[in-house]
C-alpha cells in the first residue's frame, strides 16, 4: 500500500554480466512474449523460472485453474503486519478474530519481506509457514528502503540511479543487491521448509510518487528510457534471486496501482515482459472496487497471467489520515459482486490488515474481520478458504 504519492534522464543499457545472466535465464523461459516488454498473446501456465519446484509449479497450476468464475473459485487472502509482535493482538490479530467468531480461514496469508529479515519476527515467520502447511498460501511483498539513503518509502530514483542498479561496480549495484541478499535470506528459510512463494515485489511501480523505484511524473521518451530501466531491475532481480542465490520456490507477481486517477500511469505500464512474470495483480483502494476501467482489467489479463487484487481496502478520506466515512459499514460483498459482474477472471482477492490511530481506534478499516458481511462473503460458491481450524 503506497504511504505517499517523480522524474527522468537516459536511456539504460545493460552491462555485460547482467545482460548475459538475464539473457540466459530468458533463454531457458519456456514462456510466450519471452523478451518483449508487453503482455503475452497465450496462457502460460510454466513458472518463468525452468527451475521452479514442483510445489511452485503445483501453485501456479492451482492460480491458473481458478481465474474465472466458471471454473471454481476466487482464493481470498488477508495481509497481516508481520512488523508487529505478539500473537492476538499483534501480527495474527485479524486471523484470530476470525476463528474468535467461528468463521472460516482465508486460504492466503501475506506479509512484508523485511519486516521478517535477521529473526525480526520470527513468529509470524514461523506461523506463515505452519499456515502453508496446513493447506494454505504464502504471499510476500516487499517494500525494500531506497537504496541512496536508506529511507522508506523514499522518493523516485533519477533514472540514472535506477541504472545503477544493475551496473556492477557502482555503489548502488553493491547497495541494492546487498538488499536482494537480505531478501533472499527470508525467501530461503520458505524454500527450506518446502514452501511456494506468491512474491510481490517493488509494488505499484506506476504510482507517481509512490516510492523511490515508482513512475516520477515523466513524459514522452523520459517515461519511455524509466520504463525500460524499470524492466531492467526486475529482470536482473529475477535473475539474480533464481540464478544466483538459487532460490526456485517463487512466482514474481506483478502489481501496478488502480488507475483512474492522476496520480498513476497506466497499469501495464512498466511490465517488466512475460518472461519475468508469473501472476499479475492489482491494488485497489476504493468503494467500488474499481481497477479504474474495462481496459486496464482487459489489458492484465491478455497476459495469460492469473489476475488478481494483490491488495485491496475501501478509499481512505479527503485527507488520507484513514479510511472514509463507511469505516466498518464498507460492504464486502462489493469484492464478490466485482468478481461475479466484472472481473470474471479474479483468481485471488487480498485484503489489506487494519491499523490503529493514535487514540487507539481503528483509522484504517481494511481486515476482513472489521467490515461488513464477512460471512455473507464466506458463504458465496465463488470464495475459497480454508476450514475454520487452520492453521
Not at 529473526?119 to 505452519?130: Q, T, Y
Not at 540514472?160 to 547497495?175: A, H, I, R, S
Request: aromatic share 10%; hydrophobic share 45%.
Amino acid at each position: 500500500m503506497a504511504v505517499t504519492r517523480y522524474r527522468v534522464v537516459r536511456r539504460w543499457t545493460v552491462v555485460p554480466r547482467v545482460a548475459v545472466v538475464v539473457a540466459t535465464l530468458a533463454a531457458s523461459f519456456a514462456v510466450v512474449g519471452s523478451q518483449g516488454l508487453g503482455p503475452a498473446s497465450a496462457t502460460v501456465t510454466s513458472p518463468v523460472d525452468p527451475a521452479a519446484t514442483p510445489a511452485a509449479v503445483k501453485l501456479l497450476g492451482l492460480l491458473h485453474s481458478r481465474a474465472s468464475a466458471a471454473k471454481g473459485g476466487l482464493l481470498l487472502g488477508q495481509e497481516i503486519p508481520t512488523f508487529a509482535p505478539g500473537k492476538a493482538t499483534g501480527w495474527y490479530r485479524d486471523f484470530a478474530r476470525l476463528h474468535k467468531r467461528k468463521l472460516r480461514t482465508p486460504i492466503i496469508m501475506a506479509g512484508e519481506v523485511d519486516t521478517l529479515r535477521d529473526d525480526a519476527n520470527d513468529p509470524a515467520l514461523n506461523g506463515m509457514i505452519a499456515h502453508a502447511h496446513a493447506g494454505g498460501i504464502v504471499e510476500l511483498d516487499w517494500h525494500p528502503n531506497d537504496p541512496v539513503d536508506d529511507s522508506y518509502p523514499g522518493t523516485p530514483l533519477d533514472t540514472d540511479q535506477l541504472t545503477q542498479l544493475t551496473e556492477p561496480g557502482t555503489v548502488l549495484y553493491n547497495t541494492w543487491h546487498a538488499s536482494l541478499d537480505g531478501a533472499a535470506t527470508v525467501l530461503a528459510k520458505f524454500a527450506a521448509a518446502g514452501v511456494p512463494v506468491l512474491f510481490r515485489p517493488l509494488v505499484e511501480m506506476n504510482g507517481t510518487d509512490f516510492f523511490w523505484w515508482s513512475d516520477d511524473g515523466g513524459t514522452g521518451a523520459d517515461h519511455d528510457a524509466r520504463v525500460q530501466t524499470f524492466a531492467a531491475v526486475w529482470q536482473d532481480m529475477v535473475a539474480y534471486l533464481t540464478v544466483t542465490k538459487g532460490l526456485h520456490n517463487l512466482l514474481f507477481t506483478y502489481s501496478p496501482n488502480a488507475v483512474g486517477c492522476d496520480c498513476a500511469a497506466p497499469a501495464m505500464s512498466y511490465y517488466p515482459g512475460s518472461a519475468y512474470v508469473d501472476v499479475v495483480g492489482i491494488d485497489v483502494y476504493n468503494n467500488s472496487m474499481s481497477v479504474g476501467g474495462k481496459a486496464t482489467y482487459d489489458a492484465m489479463v491478455a497476459t495469460g497471467k492469473p489476475f488478481g487484487f494483490a491488495e485491496f481496502g475501501q478509499g481512505s478520506n479527503a485527507s488520507y489520515t484513514g479510511t472514509g466515512t463507511m469505516g466498518s459499514h464498507w460492504d464486502l460483498r462489493t469484492l464478490t459482486h466485482r468478481a461475479h459482474v466484472s472481473y470474471p477472471a479474479m483468481a485471488y482477492a487480498i485484503a489489506w490488515y487494519s491499523s490503529f490511530g493514535s487514540n487507539g481506534k481503528l483509522a484504517y478499516v481494511y481486515g476482513l474481520s472489521d467490515v461488513a458481511h464477512l460471512p455473507a462473503v464466506l458463504k458465496d460458491p465463488l470464495v475459497r478458504t480454508l476450514p475454520v481450524s487452520a492453521p
